[in-house]
C-alpha cells in the first residue's frame, strides 16, 4: 500500500487492478465502454488507493498561454524543421506561439520538457517522436492536449498524423525488385520505433511477394543518421553476395550507404541501386540524386497544429488518426536500368 502522503497515480490504479493505463482512463471517461468485471475491479482499485483524477491541473487549463511545446527528435533533420514549418505557420495563423524543445534523439531530455507542459507554461504540446512510455503518455493524456505527429503508437488513445509507412516501404521496395533486383538490403531505424517497425514490415512484405525468404543479413538496425547508414552500408559490403540494391529508412542513411560505397569503388546506380525515406532537401541536390519516399512534412505539421487547437477549444474532443498520402519520388540513384547479373 502506498504511504499517506504519497501522491497516486494513473498507473498505480492500473498496477493494483493488473489492467493497461488506458483501461483506467476509459472507466473514468466513458465507463459503459469497459466490461463490467474490468470496471469493477478498476473502481474497486481507486477506491482502494483514494485516487483522485487530477482535475484541478484540468481546471487551470483554462488560463491560456496562446503557446504550444514541441518536442522534437532531432531538429537538424530537415524533415522534422519542416514539419516544424508547417506548425508554426498554423500557430501564427491562430495567435499562437512555438516553444521548441529539441532533445537531439536524448529521451531523458524529452522528460525534461514535459516539465513545461506540467507547471503550465503552454496550452499544449506536440510530439515528433514516439519515445515517451506508455504510462507516462497515459497520465499526461488525462490533463493536457496532447498530438503525436509522424508516428503512432498502439493501444494509445491520442490525436495522430501520419503516413502509411507499411505501404510506403513495401512501394519503395518493389521499386527496386521491379528492375530485376533480387539481393535487396535494408538498413531500418531504431526498432523501437513503430515508424521503423513498418518501414521494415513493408520491405519484408515486398520480398515475399517476389517469392524471397528474409536474410537477416541483409537487414541491418541504423538510427537514421548519414554514419550509420556509412557504417550498416561497410558490412554489407563485407558481404562475399553482396547486395545489388539498398532500402534504406531514411534520405540520410541512404547518402551515407552510398559514399561507403563509392569509398571502395562502387558505382551507384551501376552496381548498387538505392532508395531513400522522406525526401529531405538535400536529396535532390545530392549526387546522385536520391530516389526517395516524400512525406508530406509542412502538410502534417499544419494538420497536427490544426488538431492540438481542437483539442486546446474542446476537452472532451475525441482523438483522430489522420493519414496522409506520401509520394514516390524517382530520381537517379535507383537506376532504371539493371546489369543482367543483377537479376
Known amino acids: 500500500m502506498l504511504g499517506a502522503k504519497t501522491m497516486v497515480k494513473m498507473i498505480d490504479v492500473a498496477k493494483l487492478a493488473n489492467v493497461s493505463t488506458a483501461t483506467v482512463s476509459r472507466v473514468l471517461r466513458n465507463p459503459d465502454s469497459v466490461k463490467k468485471k474490468t470496471r469493477d475491479k478498476v473502481l474497486e482499485s481507486i ?8 482535475v484541478l491541473a484540468r481546471h487551470f487549463r483554462r488560463s491560456k498561454t496562446n503557446t504550444i511545446l514541441v518536442i522534437v527528435p532531432n531538429i537538424a533533420n530537415t524533415i522534422f524543421s519542416q514539419m516544424v514549418q508547417g506548425i508554426e505557420a498554423t500557430a501564427s495563423q491562430n495567435n499562437y506561439r512555438v516553444l ?31 519515445k ?81 525468404k528474409r536474410d537477416n543479413r541483409l537487414i541491418l538496425e541504423g538510427d537514421f543518421s548519414f554514419e550509420s547508414g556509412y557504417e550498416r552500408m561497410k558490412g554489407f559490403l563485407r558481404l562475399k553476395d553482396r547486395p545489388t540494391a539498398l532500402f534504406a529508412a531514411s534520405d540520410e542513411m541512404a547518402m551515407g550507404a552510398i559514399k561507403a560505397a563509392k569509398a571502395e569503388g ?39 497544429m490544426e488538431l492540438l487547437l481542437k483539442h486546446i477549444k474542446d476537452p472532451a474532443f475525441k482523438p483522430e488518426l489522420i493519414m496522409l498520402e506520401s509520394e514516390m519520388i524517382i530520381r537517379e540513384s535507383c537506376g532504371l536500368k539493371v546489369k543482367e547479373e543483377t537479376r
Open 47 to 54: 477506491e482502494q488507493l483514494n485516487y483522485q483524477p487530477n
Open 100 to 130: 521548441l524543445g529539441n532533445s537531439n534523439r536524448n529521451v531523458e531530455k524529452e522528460y525534461d520538457f514535459l516539465n513545461i507542459l506540467r507547471q503550465r507554461q503552454v496550452d499544449g504540446m506536440i510530439l515528433l517522436s514516439g
Open 266 to 304: 562502387i558505382a551507384v546506380p551501376e552496381e548498387l541501386a538505392v532508395v531513400g525515406f522522406d525526401d529531405i532537401r538535400f536529396s535532390s541536390i545530392f549526387e546522385p540524386g536520391i530516389t526517395t519516399v516524400a512525406q508530406p512534412a509542412v502538410e502534417m505539421g499544419n494538420t497536427s
Open 132 to 212: 515517451i512510455d506508455r504510462d507516462t503518455l497515459q497520465e499526461l493524456l488525462e490533463q493536457y492536449p496532447i498530438v503525436l505527429a509522424s508516428e503512432y503508437l498502439k493501444d494509445v488513445e491520442m490525436s495522430t498524423v501520419c503516413i502509411n509507412n507499411i505501404k510506403c516501404g513495401k512501394e519503395a521496395t518493389k521499386h527496386l525488385l521491379a528492375q530485376g533486383h533480387r539481393r535487396v538490403a535494408h538498413i531500418s531505424g531504431p526498432m523501437n520505433s513503430m515508424l521503423s517497425v513498418d518501414r521494415q514490415g513493408g520491405y519484408l512484405e515486398a520480398m515475399n511477394e517476389y517469392g524471397l
